[in-house]
Every structure is written in structure tokens, then in C-alpha cells.
């Protein structure tokens, strides 16, 4: 159950990157359940209607448009499709992420830039096309999901570290410049999330790694805590919040990302 106002969001419309699966999906739910309409790109359309099925089930407006972030123009179209629907465009966030875990040894030029590309030109590409689109004439929210490897290595995850901390430097980049705007702008960092890709992917190449305590609170983390926190921060009750990245990790989960990729 919701602490928050069910029409906290009344009226205002979110663009949700990568918002059919996982994390991204329990954002537009949650945002939706409180009022948004919800937009949701990500590259397959399949994946995108099952959600969009689903979350309509729930009695949510929602409108879905393929596309590869990595595409600029594509991004125009689909943020152009947005406006176009529902007149408006208040809340964007940059979910979708490219990730697979593997030691730096495992990783081609092309591989690393498959993550970079997605996970920080992507952002730039949706970010800069809401802006222009509606975000300057009107202001509004933009939260970007990062990961919580600030200042710290993260073994098997070099290339998305790297990504992710020019996500965070674009964040508080964005805040700087569009604070005149009315734009706030900001970042938050998920822990280990169970159920989700991301997670069973880390299973799959680091063996062993699930048996640990996920986070000093002894917490599972859920979708919801992700979703909550980006609710929050697309809230009024956050208007004076820009150029923040919050970590929502139960005081950090990270020690899997100490491990020796090469083994003990
Ligand atoms: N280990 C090492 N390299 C890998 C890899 C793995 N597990 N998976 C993909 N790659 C490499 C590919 O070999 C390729 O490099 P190459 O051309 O030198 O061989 C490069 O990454 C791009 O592969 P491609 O399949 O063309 O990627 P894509 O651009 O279509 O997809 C990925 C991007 C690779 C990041 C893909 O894993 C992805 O989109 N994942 C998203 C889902 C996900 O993980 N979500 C959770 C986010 S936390």
C-alpha cells in the first residue's frame, strides 16, 4: 500500500525508458497508479505490448512506441509521439540500461561500447529530445536510473560503471543548466533488485554470489523501492531537490563487486 496521495501525479504524463520489464515496469506502474499517464519505449514490441496489456488491466493510460535509445532520431520520433498524444510531457525517465556482467578481459571494444552507447548516449539522446520537445518551454522531471558504484571499483561491471558515472556526471550537468527552466534533474542508484535481469545475470556468471546478505539492512529489494523513490523525486514534495543521486541499496550491496573476477 501507497504512503503517498493517490493523485500525486494527476494530470502529468511520464516517458519511461526500457518500462516493460523489471525495474522499469514497476516504475510505470507506480508512477501510473498515482495518476500519470505513462509512455513506455524500449526496443521490442512484443515485450511492449505484453506491458502495455497488462498495465491497462490495471487501469493505467498507457501508450507504448518501440525504439533503440542509442537512435537519436528515433528518440525525436517517439518523444514527438508523446506530445502529440497526450499534449504534454512532464516526467522522463532514463531506465533502459545495457548490461552483462564479465571481467574486463571478457570485454571487446564493441561490447563496451554497446553499454556506454545505451546507458549514457542514450540518456543524452532522451534527455536532449524531451528538452527540446517540451521539457524547456514547461519544465519538469527528469530521474535517471544509475547504479551505486560512485566512486568505487566494481568488478565485472567496468563497462557500466564507467557509463553510469557519466550518467551521474549528465545529471547534475542537466540540473546546472536547466535549473532556469524549471527542469530538476536527478539520479537514482539501485542495489541488488531481486526478480530482475540484471540480477539473474549476475547469478549466472558469478556462482555463489546470491548466498550473501544482500545489503546491511538484510533487505530484498524490491521494484517498488526503486519506483517509490522516483515517485518521490517527480513529486512536489521534492521541488527543491535537483543534482541528487540517491542510492536506494539498504546502506550498500556491492561486496559481490569486490570479488576477483580470476577467482580466490
Ligand atoms: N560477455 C561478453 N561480451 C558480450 C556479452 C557477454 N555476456 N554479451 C554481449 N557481448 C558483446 C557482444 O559479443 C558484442 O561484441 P562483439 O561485436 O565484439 O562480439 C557486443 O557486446 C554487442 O553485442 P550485441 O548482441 O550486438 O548487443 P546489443 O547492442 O544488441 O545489446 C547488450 C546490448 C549486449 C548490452 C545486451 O546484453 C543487452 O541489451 N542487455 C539488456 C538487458 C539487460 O541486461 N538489462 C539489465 C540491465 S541491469
Not at 29 to 42: F, M, Q
Not at 98 to 127: E, H, M, Q, W, Y
Not at 199 to 206: G, L
Request: aromatic share 6%; with cysteine.
Amino acid at each position: 500500500m501507497s504512503v503517498f496521495v493517490p493523485d500525486v501525479l494527476a494530470g502529468q504524463v511520464a516517458l519511461v525508458t526500457g518500462g516493460a520489464t523489471g525495474i522499469g515496469k514497476e516504475i510505470c506502474r507506480v508512477l501510473g497508479r498515482h495518476g500519470a499517464r505513462i509512455a513506455i519505449t524500449s526496443r521490442r514490441q512484443e515485450v511492449l505490448d505484453a506491458a502495455a496489456l497488462q498495465l491497462r488491466e490495471e487501469g493505467i493510460d498507457v501508450h507504448v512506441e518501440s525504439c533503440d535509445v542509442r537512435d537519436a532520431v528515433g528518440v525525436e520520433r517517439v518523444v514527438a509521439g508523446v506530445v502529440e498524444r497526450y499534449e504534454r510531457l512532464d516526467i522522463v525517465v532514463n531506465n533502459a540500461a545495457g548490461n552483462f556482467p564479465a571481467p574486463i578481459s571478457g570485454i571487446s571494444p564493441n561490447g563496451f561500447k554497446a553499454v556506454v552507447d545505451i546507458d549514457l548516449l542514450g540518456t543524452f539522446n532522451v534527455t536532449k529530445a524531451a528538452f527540446e520537445k517540451w521539457l524547456q518551454q514547461h519544465g519538469g522531471s527528469v530521474v535517471n536510473i544509475t547504479a551505486p558504484f560512485e566512486g568505487m571499483g566494481a568488478a565485472f561491471q567496468s563497462h557500466v560503471a564507467a557509463a553510469k558515472a557519466g550518467v551521474d556526471s549528465f545529471t547534475r550537468t542537466c540540473a546546472v543548466e536547466w535549473g532556469r527552466y524549471g527542469i530538476r534533474v536527478n539520479g537514482v542508484a539501485p542495489g541488488r533488485i531481486g526478480g530482475t535481469e540484471g540480477v539473474r545475470r549476475f547469478a549466472e556468471a558469478v556462482p555463489g554470489s546470491q548466498g550473501r546478505r544482500p545489503n546491511p539492512l538484510g533487505l530484498t529489494g524490491h521494484g517498488s523501492d526503486i519506483a517509490y523513490m522516483v515517485l518521490y523525486l517527480c513529486s512536489s514534495a521534492a521541488r527543491l531537490v535537483s543534482g541528487q543521486v540517491i542510492c536506494v541499496d539498504g546502506a550498500g550491496g556491492v561486496d559481490i563487486l569486490k570479488l576477483d573476477p580470476d577467482g580466490p
